[in-house]
């Protein structure tokens, strides 16, 4: 295989996205709202995987109904809407016809504005494509109105309020898609259950067999055995207990810890080694940072 054939394609200009579709130059450089049905893609040269130097925002359906990113179909008829941010590794799709809209955001459009710096912040520009916002009718309805208000101010003429209008309604989008997802996670509560009764078993299986030759756990390994993005992971896990993965894994650690000093003649660093700590005083810390005592006094407590 030839390196240009497998070398990911970047676009750093929006104007370079739109000849490779097939549309007409943006109407503005660094902003650019694309009805998805005018999309032409020029395949030969379009690869099949490539990089954005922007965000993207899609709200994709399809004529019949339902989108299929491979093995996963959406469940919301109405659509679903995808979040991208600058650098991702994306890939072309299957060939279907889909609707609606794609939002093409420059960081030079957001940058000296509040947005620039608050962007990072919505967790789901992090999610995988099977993790996509899938929305209600009304919630259709809601996100389009947005769309619509962007469409407007672009084709209108360019003043001093121009840029500032445009943005706050990408900043209402990113705050409506917030309290959709949070509406997701309870939808999807038994899917969501499910995952958290799959965490508890790997949790387990983790510190019963292999902290000992890994070392501690991360997200990224628990997110990896579970099929989903760490971000996502987190905020599954804050929607349904409070909590974000880091702090789920290290609460499911000092339980463990817990059992182990209080049922075995294991001393403090051996339990440490066992856990996955290269250092026992970092147990020791993190232990005390949890539980306000050692874990030397927690085990004496029990003789």
Do not use: C, W
């Not at 309870?186 to 958290?196: A, P, S, Y």
């Amino acid at each position: 295989m030839k390196n240009s054939e497998s070398t990911p394609h970047r676009f750093n200009s929006i104007s370079d996205l739109h000849r490779v579709l097939g549309l007409r130059k943006p109407l503005h450089p660094l902003i650019s709202l694309v009805d998805n049905t005018q999309i032409a893609i020029n395949k030969e040269d379009l690869q099949t995987s490539f990089l954005l130097n922007f965000y993207k925002i899609s709200y994709k359906t399809s004529p019949s109904g339902t989108i299929k990113y491979g093995q996963n179909y959406y469940d919301f008829d109405e659509g679903s809407l995808v979040f991208t941010s600058p650098n991702q590794l994306l890939a072309t799709t299957d060939d279907t016809e889909y609707l609606g809209y794609t939002l093409l955001i420059h960081p030079d459009f957001i940058r000296n504005h509040t947005l620039g710096k608050n962007i990072k912040s919505y967790g789901f520009f992090s999610y995988a494509v099977h993790e996509a916002l899938h929305l209600s009718d009304k919630e259709k309805q809601t996100i389009i109105s947005v769309f619509k208000n962007i469409e407007d101010e672009l084709h209108s003429s360019i003043d001093d309020f121009s840029q500032d209008i445009v943005i706050s309604q990408i900043e209402l989008l990113l705050n409506y898609s917030n309290r959709f997802y949070k509406r997701q996670f309870t939808t999807r509560k038994m899917v969501n259950n499910d995952m958290l009764y799959q965490l508890e078993k790997l949790l387990n299986e983790y510190y019963n067999e292999i902290a000992l030759i890994k070392g501690l756990p991360s997200v990224q390994y628990f997110s990896d055995q579970l099929n989903v993005s760490p971000r996502y992971l987190s905020d599954m896990l804050r929607s349904l207990t409070g909590q974000s993965s880091q702090q789920y894994i290290h609460d499911k650690l000092i339980e463990k810890s817990k059992e182990m000093l209080a049922t075995t003649n294991l001393s403090v660093s051996e339990i440490a080694y066992q856990l996955g700590f290269e250092y026992p005083q970092s147990f020791s810390k993190l232990f005390k940072n949890k539980t306000k005592v050692s874990p030397l006094t927690f085990k004496h407590s029990f003789n």
